[in-house]
């Protein structure tokens, strides 16, 4: 089955936490609001949770597979997160930004996991992996597809 794998992470988010004086272990402005974007992508495009999707502490960073997406529709979506984080950041003075990476091929295993050592196995994976360090190298806040 083909598909998406969408990987989504807050850029230098612990440098922020640590200069916004924020816990690491509960909820933050920027994380709660992560938390809850995710949240609203998954019901909308009937994505799964690979890892990350964190309420207790706040979702700094998070995997997820869509199967069959609506690439516009997706694509759309993902642009008001990273929009909505930006905002956020700019509101809290933290300057929060979130880098996101997208790409599309075979899902294979694709199944929730809370361990990272799970993760990026697979080649859907690793190439979305790679698609969100090229965001993050043009400086972050931007969303790569590859």
Avoid at 20 to 34: D, Q, R, V
Avoid at 52 to 81: H, V
Avoid at 91 to 115: C, D, W, Y
């Amino acid at each position: 089955m083909h598909g998406v794998i969408i990987v989504l992470d807050l850029d230098h988010f612990k440098k922020i936490v640590k200069e916004m004086g924020w816990s690491e272990y509960s909820p933050n402005p920027i994380t709660g609001l992560l938390s809850s974007l995710v949240d609203e992508l998954v019901r909308k495009h009937h994505v799964m949770v690979v890892y990350g999707l964190d309420w207790k502490r706040g979702t700094e960073e998070t995997i997820l597979a869509c199967p069959s997406p609506d690439m516009d529709s997706l694509l759309k979506d993902l642009e008001a997160i990273r929009g909505k984080i930006e905002e956020a950041g700019k509101e809290t003075g933290s300057n929060a930004t979130i880098s996101i990476g997208v790409a599309q091929g075979p899902l294979l295993r694709e199944k929730p996991t809370r361990s990272r050592r799970e993760l990026f196995k697979t080649p859907t994976q690793r190439l979305a992996k790679r698609a969100l360090q090229k965001a993050k190298q043009r400086s972050g806040n931007q969303i790569v597809i590859l």
